[in-house]
């Protein structure tokens, strides 16, 4: 199986603030990798696929890039919609696992 | 607009059979582009994809997991179904559904509301 790793497992931002969450797959996954955003007792949200594409209605101060095994996940300016948890989940191979989840928190 | 229900008991005993239906609207389950997935978390935890279904039959699910799961589609209710055998308090989660995106691409673009499956006697 393929380990996904994120970085760091929580942090603490204010609006405004830029924010970046790194996941860190076991092995190339080439641009096989996809950002969720999670608010609590919601499904997750789809913000990115393949790496950098941004899914559609999802804001543009969204952005993944990356590719092999390090990817990164840029909130350009944080707003109050944005506290939540995020999740990378690779797409390269079964099983299509997930990392664990950074919770981004009002500092 | 794609929307998806899941249904099914929210209270199972130990070593039975969790059993879920996905209910989908707005769309057919029987595009020849889509896959159909289950993925499941815990109270507090994080994610699990279990696994991806297609209408022809193709079906994929995590090696954790695949002794005890079996998935369907029945294009004749537009629904996709879980079932999940010898549960144990480690299966109770919130279990959603949802489509990929397709085109080949994976990623998980269209969600149910998740529902909360305890397992106790």
């Known amino acids: 199986d393929i380990q996904m790793t994120q970085s760091p497992s929580s942090l603490s931002a204010s609006v405004g603030d830029r924010v970046t969450i790194t996941c860190r797959a076991s092995q190339s996954i080439n641009t096989y990798l996809n950002w969720y955003q999670q608010k609590p007792g919601k499904a997750p949200n789809l913000l990115i696929y393949?790496?950098?594409t941004l899914q559609s209605g999802v804001p543009s101060r969204f952005s993944g890039s990356g590719s092999g095994t390090d990817f990164t996940l840029t909130i350009s300016s944080l707003q109050p919609d944005d506290f939540a948890t995020y999740y990378c989940q690779q797409s390269f191979i079964t099983p299509r696992d997930f990392g664990q989840g950074t919770k981004v928190e009002v500092k | 607009q794609l929307q998806l229900q899941e249904s099914g008991p929210g209270l199972v005993k130990p070593s039975e059979t969790l059993s879920l239906t996905c209910s989908v609207s707005g769309g057919s389950i029987s595009s020849s582009v889509y896959f159909w997935g289950w993925i499941r978390q815990p109270p507090g935890y994080g994610l699990e994809w279990i696994g991806s279904a297609y209408y022809g039959g193709n079906t994929y699910y995590n090696p954790s997991l695949k002794s005890r799961v079996t998935m369907s589609v029945d294009t004749s209710k537009n629904q996709f179904s879980l079932k999940l055998t010898s549960v144990t308090a480690a299966d109770t989660a919130v279990y959603y559904c949802?489509?990929?995106?397709?085109?080949?691409?994976?990623?998980?673009?269209?969600w149910g509301q998740g529902t909360l499956v305890t397992v106790s006697s």
């Open positions: 949802a489509r990929h995106r397709g085109d080949g691409n994976w990623a998980l673009a269209y």
């Open positions: 393949s790496a950098s």
